[in-house]
């Protein structure tokens, strides 16, 4: 494993290896991993994707060396189409995903944090990102400011405001 990496702005090209971070955030428990396909068609993982990169998507990767090994994004979805964190017209919702072996590291709170400072500097007001209960990076969350607003069946739905 290199001992250094980077980061920098996701492109229309990175929709792949988006997909891949997917799949990474769905398969965070250890055991028997779901399937990339079964994930991806599923619409609620989708949403997270499809048409990348439209207007108003933004985004980070975080690279080491020639390897992909994370990313953090988000995108305002729409009340017809709300993500699993929805919150409201406006307030975009992120997706996060680090390769197993990068975990720890610091990776996914320095991606957290510059897409944060994007959402800032947008002049978002909030940033909203749903988690599983019993998911490790909910001590992320919390550490960099998220606070859950509404408990789901089995997942949180959380906020940071951005002021």
């Known amino acids: 494993m290199p001992e250094s990496w980077s980061l920098r702005p996701a492109t229309q090209t990175d929709g792949v290896f988006l997909g891949d971070m997917v799949v990474e955030a769905a398969n965070w428990r250890a055991g028997a991993p779901r399937p990339r396909h079964e994930i991806l068609a599923d619409p609620d993982h989708g949403r997270y994707l499809a048409g990348w990169m439209r207007p108003g998507d933004v985004g980070f ?3 080491a060396g020639p390897e992909l090994i994370g990313a953090a994004w988000y995108r305002t ?10 919150v409201g017209t406006g307030v975009p919702e992120l997706i996060i995903g680090v390769k197993a072996l990068w975990r720890s590291h610091g990776v996914g709170r320095t991606l957290l944090r510059r897409l944060c400072e994007a959402a800032r500097a947008e002049g978002r007001a909030r940033i909203c990102l749903s988690v599983e209960r019993g998911n490790f990076a909910q001590v992320l969350y919390r550490s960099e400011g ?14 940071k405001r951005m002021s």
């Open 77 to 86: 979805l729409p009340r017809t189409d709300p993500g699993f964190g929805y």
């Open 61 to 63: 990767v975080a690279v």
């Open 146 to 159: 998220f606070a859950v607003t509404r408990s789901g069946f089995g997942r949180d739905t959380m906020i």
